[in-house]
Nanobody
Framework: QVQLEESGGGYVQAGGSLRLSCAAS????????MGWFRQAPGKEREIVAA?????????RYADSVKGRFTISRDNAKNTVYLQMNSLKPEDTAVYYC??????????????????WGQGTQVTVSS
């Protein structure tokens, strides 16, 4: 199981940008599917983006963030990033980094990931 720790959250105005980072421990980082999830108060945790372990070009995004968010990974640095641009108030949530060993043709969900970071708060004001 890989250890994950997010950073980079904060308070921004609508239209602003943030870059989240997730530092991972372990020498098997490159074998994991990496994902970003978010959870707003009173709502279920939802996937934002995911990157397959075998290729950084195999990426999926939630429809709500397409064109605005970018997931990337640097296996040499054991780090995954989420660049968030054109932020909206509805993006406000705790954002979680996750790692798993599953990839599916259907959208990935919480059970597909076995390791989780502690979360970082992103607040977007109108």
């Amino acid at each position: 199981q890989v250890q994950l720790e997010e950073s980079g959250g904060g308070y921004v105005q609508a239209g602003g940008s943030l870059r989240l980072s997730c530092a991972a421990s372990g020498r098997t980082f490159s074998t994991y599917t990496m994902g970003w999830f978010r959870q707003a108060p009173g709502k279920e945790r939802e996937i934002v983006a995911a990157a397959a372990s075998w290729s950084g070009d195999i990426i999926r995004y939630a429809d709500s963030v397409k064109g605005r968010f970018t997931i990337s990974r640097d296996n040499a640095k054991n780090t995954v990033y989420l660049q968030m641009n054109s932020l909206k108030p509805e993006d406000t949530a705790v954002y979680y980094c996750a790692a798993g060993r599953r990839w599916s043709a259907s959208p990935l969900k919480v059970p597909d990931f076995s390791s989780w970071g502690q979360g970082t708060q992103v607040t977007v004001s109108s």
